[in-house]
């Protein structure tokens, strides 16, 4: 198939790279032009242009953009695609996303692989970044089905574990398990700077190890991702943090009631809920 991709960054150039060594013929458009020249060099598309005709005449167009762009480049683009391409696009939100861009093109589905690094730009992509990795389509009741499908056909061969579900459904699930972590990381890691005595400070940093990198891995990481979550998945995070303030409150109850006891029965009830989340 011809596939179209807007934004060569980590996400773009790296599908962009699978998808050329699966037999796809890619055409990449980014903003700047040294971006396409370099995507091209690292093998992530076959053509690029900072012009969104260049993808007039493909099956399939991602869009992988910054969020907060992702609405203007699609009013910019579709103009150029040809009448039954497909359209999707690769945001780590999907209800915002879907309601701006579905009325824009009747084939479009919203779509978010689950994978990335802490790098980003084209010389942050890399194959096989997919592979293993859930890959969400979001369609609602009036997404074509074969607009549906010709995005799965495209993904599927990525190895990626394909689900399908509602676009607040997704929003409510990735709340939970990734937009939560980052505030709770990053509130980890600002609690600790409050120490005021400069010698235990010191020590504490002398003495992280393990356990503190891998609670504060997420709250430490790109600033404009975290709040870019925050901002288009706010109904969402909003109640995971209120659920998640509940729990703080509860912790310290039981800490300031020497409820040893309950504290030992929820973690024991933690370490059993923990591993279905992890594979
Ligand atoms: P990224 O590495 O910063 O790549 C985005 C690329 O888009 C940039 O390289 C930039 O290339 C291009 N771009 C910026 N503004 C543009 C515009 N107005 N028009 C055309 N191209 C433009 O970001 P990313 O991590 O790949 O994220 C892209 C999307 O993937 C986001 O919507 C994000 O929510 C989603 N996502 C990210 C991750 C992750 O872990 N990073 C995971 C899943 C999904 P130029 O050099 O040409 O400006």
């Not at 869009?63 to 009448?83: K, N, Q, S, W």
């Not at 990335?116 to 992509?125: L, M, N, Q, R, V």
């Not at 609690?191 to 891998?214: N, Q």
Request: include cysteine.
């Amino acid at each position: 198939m011809e596939i179209g991709i807007v934004g060569l960054g980590l996400i773009g150039g790296s599908l962009g790279i699978d998808l050329r060594s699966l037999g796809h013929r890619v055409l990449g458009v980014s903003r700047r032009a040294e971006t396409g020249d370099r995507a091209v060099e690292r093998g992530a598309v076959d053509v690029a242009s900072p012009d969104l005709a260049l993808l007039r005449s493909v099956d399939v167009a991602f869009v992988c953009t910054p969020l907060g762009v992702m609405e203007a480049t699609v009013r910019e683009l579709v103009p150029h695609l040809p009448p039954d391409a497909a359209l999707t696009d690769v945001g780590s939100v999907k209800g915002w996303v879907v309601e701006a861009i579905a009325p824009l093109w009747h084939n479009f589905v919203g779509g978010h692989p689950m994978a990335g690094t802490a790098d980003s730009g084209i010389e942050a992509a890399q194959p096989n970044l997919f592979t293993g990795a859930a890959y969400v389509l979001t369609p609602t009741d009036t997404t074509p089905i074969e607009a549906v499908e010709r995005v799965e056909a495209v993904v599927k061969p990525l190895q990626v574990r394909l689900y399908r579900c509602h676009p607040e459904a997704h929003d409510r699930a990735v709340s939970w398990i990734s937009h939560l972590p980052v505030l709770v990381s990053a509130s980890l890691i600002a609690a600790c700077t409050t120490e005021v005595d400069p010698e235990v400070a010191i020590l504490a940093k002398a003495l992280a190890s393990s356990g503190f990198r891998d609670t504060s891995r997420v709250g430490g990481g790109n600033p404009e991702l975290g709040v870019m979550m925050a901002r288009y998945n706010t109904p969402a995070l909003r109640q995971s943090l209120l659920v998640y303030r509940d729990q703080i409150n509860h912790l310290l109850n039981l800490l300031e009631q020497q409820d040893w006891q309950a504290l030992q029965a929820m973690l024991e009830q933690t370490h059993r809920d923990r591993p279905p989340f992890l594979r």
